[in-house]
Nanobody, 122 residues
């Protein structure tokens, strides 16, 4: 069973940056496509970004493309989400996720972290 633990969330002003980290344990992370989703109260969890097994491919939601960068370090069994030019609309709980049969467009993820809160003030 793969376990995922997020860290790095917090409060930041609009225009600022945050870097989220996701530590994987239990299995080798390189066996999984990894991604990030986010969710606000009363809404569905939305796809943010995905990275392929060794990081050769990435994909992003249109709302974050050009501002967020997803990456991974399989040697550390970890994934990251660098978030720049943050906006108040980016405020959400961010979840790290992984799946062996997941797609780069946000479908088929089997494992989820507990989430980390990101709040962007205006």
């Amino acid at each position: 069973q793969l376990q995922l633990v997020e860290s790095g969330g917090g409060l930041v002003q609009a225009g600022g940056s945050l870097r989220l980290s996701c530590a994987a344990s239990g299995h080798t992370a390189s066996n999984y496509i990894m991604g990030w989703f986010r969710q606000t109260p009363g809404k569905e969890r939305d796809f943010v970004a995905a990275v392929s097994w060794v990081g050769e491919y990435t994909n992003y939601a249109n709302s974050v493309r050009g501002r967020f960068t997803i990456s991974r370090d399989n040697g550390k069994n970890a994934a990251y989400l660098q978030m720049n030019s943050l906006k108040p609309d980016d405020t959400a709980v961010y979840y790290c996720t992984a799946g062996t049969r997941a797609t780069m467009s946000g479908v088929g993820y089997d494992y989820w972290g507990q989430g980390t809160q990101v709040t962007v003030s205006s």
